[in-house]
């Protein structure tokens, strides 16, 4: 298998996931009216075809002769199923955050959701592998936390004065004043579930019959694709919005809504072999693990860049919104420091 050969190498390995894993939710968003019920399907075709790709090629080729065949027959039958239970258990919380997405929004879903997702996920690890600072880390998660409390109270004032304008212009039937936190609910929850995948993930690549970074991507890929049929099933008969739809209105689906559905998969799976290759890195090669936390959380920040500057989801947003928008973002700042610099000292500081 091929792997980089240098810390800076894994570095920009890493830089380049995270810049895949902020976008690439975004392509759900280029969507436009398609359902994320639908979405879904490609993107686990996507995810499966993007980790059979990057398994026979750079999995398989390189000097040692160590292919991705040999990978999975030397893994034991334990951690092969650990590994698909992971992409299962990731799979249902990223489908709660693309329905989320499609209530609230992208930058709801990249810093609520997404974000739960890591810094849950590390405090997770931490439980489970204690290593650096518990209470470095416990603040910085207290201060996303508040973060994410910050932006709900942005995103439901944004909601209820649009809803205000709406009714002053008689283009809604609604006489409340009364907006849902249903999406952002959703993204909370889904972030929480898909954090679960975190320990799953550490216990599959433990030991002499531990999956390696290519295999435990393949079968993470295929856990997902399974389950996606399975989860769907519930979605698709009781959605998070609209109305119940047949599987037969994926067929009605416009070709650029299949791709982006691809891509988005393509996307996604660039970010997690990145962090699973950088992952095997020995001796000089190793990243230190504060700066891998620091790529990993600029990821929901960037997405939210999307979210604030592409798709304009707080345009016109009173005085009091922006402030909050801005606390949100800079806890969310302050937060990631501290889940990061965590690392770098030892519990007794």
């Not at 995810?47 to 292919?67: I, K």
């Not at 799953?200 to 433990?206: D, F, K, Y």
């Not at 790529?295 to 929901?300: F, K």
Request: charged share 10%; with cysteine; aromatic share 12%.
């Amino acid at each position: 298998m091929i792997l980089p050969g240098s810390q800076l190498f894994n570095l920009i390995l890493l830089a380049f996931g995270m810049l895949c894993w902020g976008f690439w939710a975004n392509t759900f968003r280029m969507t436009s009216k398609w359902r994320f019920e639908l979405y879904c399907f490609d993107f686990a075709v996507g995810v499966l075809l993007a980790s059979l790709l990057v398994g026979f090629t750079f999995g398989s080729l390189g000097w040692d002769g160590f292919a991705l065949i040999d990978d999975i027959r030397i893994a034991g039958k334990r951690e092969d199923a650990i590994a698909l239970a992971g992409g299962a258990v990731f799979n249902l919380g990223n489908m709660l955050m693309l329905g989320a997405l499609s209530i609230a929004g992208v930058t709801v879903t990249y810093i609520i959701g997404i974000g739960f997702m890591i810094s849950m996920g590390l405090v997770i690890t931490y439980f489970t592998s204690p290593s650096g600072n518990g209470t470095i880390l416990a603040v910085g998660f207290v201060a996303f936390l508040l973060s994410a409390i910050s932006l709900a109270i942005a995103s439901r004032s944004h909601s209820l004065a649009r809803l205000v304008i709406l009714m002053r212009e008689g283009k809604t039937k609604s006489t409340k004043k009364a907006v849902s936190i249903k999406g952002l609910v959703i993204a909370a929850l889904g972030g929480i579930i898909a954090s679960l995948s975190f320990p799953l993930i550490n216990s599959a690549r433990q030991g002499e019959n531990g999956v390696g970074p290519f295999a435990l991507g393949l079968f993470f890929a295929v856990g997902i694709l399974i389950t996606t049929l399975m989860f769907n099933l519930f979605f698709m008969n009781l959605p998070v919005q609209g109305d119940p739809i047949e599987f037969s209105a994926y067929f009605l689906g416009k070709a650029k809504s299949h791709w982006l559905g691809l891509m988005g998969g393509l996307l996604w799976y660039i970010g997690l072999s990145s962090t699973l290759v950088i992952a095997r890195a020995e001796g000089k090669n190793i990243v230190p693990a504060a700066e891998v936390r620091a790529l990993m959380l600029a990821a929901p920040v960037i997405g939210a860049l999307f979210g604030l500057l592409r798709w304009k989801e707080f345009q016109g947003a009173e005085g009091k919104v922006r402030t909050f928008l801005l606390v949100a973002l800079a806890l969310f700042v302050a937060g990631a420091v501290g889940l990061s610099l965590s690392a770098n000292f030892s519990t007794a500081g």
